[in-house]
């Protein structure tokens, strides 16, 4: 039997009273919903051909807004997305977060977390912190049972976080699909509440 969540099986998010929106605080860093303003920084980080290097390479403006678009949708319909990353000073450093699998993914329905950040806040640990703030959060307000994580097998940036994640290999959804003019093979990990991420109380 697959692992990858049945749409039916996780509950909507409780956004608290009278549906205030979540800001998820780890020891340096805020994640938050996007705002139309925040376009430009996120457009840069998109354009940023080292960054986006994995994922078939630059977007351009357009494309950048529409994924903006479609976080800030996500967040309205579900109560969670890729949030925006910044520091304690409010400084843009990209994004991560959990996502709901487009309806075309390979792998059927299920959430997948990812994440992006400017190459200046590489080497400082922020990735790691940031996921798994947001895996705490979807495995505890949400009640996600299980959120994957895939990566090509030649991006040892992102291995290196799902390993300090301490994500369970899931070698039998690997998968293929295009991107751009090639195919993009993703190898795949699973993280779930037992793992250790829900806060404790």
Request: hydrophobic share 40%; proline share 4%; charged share 25%.
């Amino acid at each position: 039997m697959s692992s990858v969540v049945a749409e039916e099986n996780w509950r909507r998010p409780r956004l608290g009273s009278a549906g205030v929106t979540p800001l998820i605080l780890s020891d340096r860093l805020r994640l938050r919903d996007w705002r139309d303003s925040d376009g430009d920084a996120l457009a840069a980080l998109n354009a940023d051909p080292e960054v986006s290097r994995d994922l078939g390479g630059p977007l351009s403006g357009a494309e950048s807004d529409a994924k903006l678009a479609r976080y800030m949708a996500t967040f309205e319909h579900v109560g969670f997305c890729r949030w925006l990353v910044e520091d304690r000073r409010e400084q843009f450093l990209g994004y991560a977060g959990v996502m709901p699998s487009r309806p075309s993914h390979p792998l059927g329905h299920h959430f997948d977390i990812g994440w992006r950040l400017v190459r200046s806040a590489w080497g400082r640990g922020y990735a790691t912190e940031a996921a798994k703030a947001s895996l705490r959060d979807v495995f505890d307000r949400v009640q996600l049972k299980e959120v994957l994580a895939y990566t090509s097998a030649d991006n040892v940036r992102s291995q290196a976080v799902i390993k300090r994640l301490n994500m369970q290999r899931a070698a039998s959804l690997d998968h293929s699909e295009p991107v751009g003019k090639g195919m993009w093979r993703g190898l795949v990990w699973i993280a779930r509440p037992s793992d250790g991420f829900v806060a404790q109380t």
